[in-house]
C-alpha cells in the first residue's frame, strides 16, 4: 500500500518509552514520520502510536527484536511501508544488571553487546546498502551514553565499553559515508531517569551528589532552548537539555562531531551543535587580469584539499573576486615574506561551519600549499584566512534551513 502523506520517514529503535519515546514524539511533532520499535508490553507503545496518530498512517509500533539476523532487513522494509525513509536512530539499548566486573555473567555480557552493539552495526549497514547513491540526504544518530567516557567502574564497565565502541562505530561511518550524503552523530546522555537504570544505581548516584536526574522530557528540547526546525535535528544537536548530569560529574550532554576529521585520531570529540567538515564556501580574491586557466588551477587545489580535510566531494561553492589594483591593496612584506607579493597574488577565504582544531587547519594549509605548487601557483603569494559560522546561518533553495 503506497503512503498517504509526504513526511519523510525516521525509524526510531526502542522508542515505546524514556529517551526513546521523547525522540519519537520530537521527530513526529517535527514533521517526520515515525516507525518505532519496542520489546516492551503492546499496550504501552498501542498507547503511544495512538497518541501521536491513531490512524498508524504516520506513527506506527513494530515490536523487535533488533538482536535477530534478520531484524535490519525487516525493519527498513517495514519503515518503507511509510514512506522514503531519511533517518535512523539507534536508541535501544540496555545495561545488564549492576556490580562489579566479576560479578558479569556471559549471557549478560552477550546481550549488552548483541543490543548495544551488533544490533546498531546492523542497522547501519542496512541503512548504508538502501541509501547509497541516492541524492536526499540521509541521517544516522546513535545514542550513546556519558558511561563511554566515565566508565562506571564497579557499576556497568561492560555497557560503558558497549557505548564506547559504539562511539568509535560513529567516527568510521560518519568520515566513510559523508560522500554519500548520509550524516552520521552520536548524543551522549548524561542519567536520565528511565527504567534502563537500577534502583540501586539511582541511590549511588544521588549519594555521591552528582546532582538530580534529567527526566526524559528533557530530551525534548536541544540543549540551549528549543530550535525552530525540531525533529531530526533536535536529535543532532543534542536532544538532551545542559540540566542533565553524568554519573558523578556535573557535565551536560555531549554531543558529538557529525563527521570527525582524520586529525582527531579517531576521538569522539565533545562538539557544539554547529560542527561538520562540510559546507565550505570559498572566495578568492585577486587583481585583475586572471584568466579563466588561472582560476581554474587555483579552485582545483583548494577543493582538492577540503575533500582531502573531509568535506564531501559535491560540496563544492566557489568565487572569484578579480579587482582592480586599485580596489584590492596589500602589503608587499608583512608580516615576514621571504620575497614581496605581486600581481599573482591571492586571499583565500574559507567560511565553514565552526568546530575545527588548529591541527585540522595546519594540516589543510599544507596540503592546500602542496597542491598550488604543483598547480604552478607560488605559495608565497597565498594568504588564506578562515571564516566559521553556524548551521544555521545556511540556508538553501527557496529559504530551507535545512540543517537547523
Known sequence: MSPSHTRPVAIVTGGSHGIGRCIVERL?????????????????????????????????????????ADAAPRLFDAAEALGPVAALVNNAGVTGRLGPIEALDDADLERILAVNLAAPVRLCREAA????????????????SVAARTGSPGEYVAYAASKAALEALTV?????????????????????????????????????????????????????????????????AGVLRDRQRACGHRRPVARRSAVPPPEHGGRMLP???????????????????????????????????????????????????????????????????????????????????????????????????????AQGLDPEQVMVCFKETTWENWAFAGGRLIHA
Not at 546498502?129 to 550513546?144: E, L, M, P, T
Not at 607579493?341 to 599544507?366: C, N, Q, Y
Request: charged share 25%.
Open 28 to 68: 513526529h511533532a517535527g514533521g517526520h514520520a515515525v516507525l518505532f520499535t519496542h520489546s516492551s508490553p503492546d499496550a504501552e507503545a498501542a498507547a503511544l502510536q495512538a497518541a501521536l496518530d491513531p490512524s498508524a498512517r504516520s506513527c506506527r509500533a513494530l515490536r523487535l527484536d533488533v538482536t535477530a
Open 129 to 144: 546498502r538502501r541509501w547509497r547513491g541516492r541524492q536526499a540526504r540521509s541521517d544516522i544518530v546513535n545514542i550513546s
Open 172 to 236: 568510521g561511518l560518519a568520515r566513510e559515508l559523508a560522500p554519500h550524503r548520509i550524516h552520521v552523530n552520536a548524543v551522549a546522555p548524561g542519567t536520565i531517569d528511565t527504567t534502563i537504570h537500577h534502583p540501586r544505581a539511582r541511590r549511588r548516584t544521588r549519594a555521591r551528589g552528582a546532582g538530580r536526574r534529567a527526566h526524559p522530557d528533557a530530551a525534548s528540547r536541544p540543549a540551549g532552548g528549543s530550535r525552530r526546525g525540531g525533529g531530526l535535528a533536535a536529535v543532532r
Open 271 to 373: 562538539a557544539s551543535p554547529t560542527r561538520s567538515t562540510a559546507m565550505p564556501l570559498v572566495t578568492a580574491t585577486v587583481r585583475k587580469p586572471k584568466s579563466a586557466e588561472f582560476k581554474t588551477r587555483l579552485l582545483d587545489a583548494v577543493h582538492a584539499a577540503l575533500v582531502a580535510s573531509g568535506v564531501p566531494e559535491t560540496d563544492r561553492f566557489q568565487r572569484v573576486l578579480e579587482l582592480e589594483a586599485a580596489d584590492f591593496r596589500y602589503d608587499p612584506s608583512y608580516p615576514d615574506l621571504s620575497s614581496p607579493r605581486g600581481e599573482d597574488f591571492v586571499l583565500i577565504e574559507i567560511l565553514w561551519s565552526a568546530g575545527r582544531s588548529v591541527k585540522v587547519k595546519k594540516k589543510l594549509l599544507a596540503d592546500l600549499m602542496q597542491r598550488l605548487e
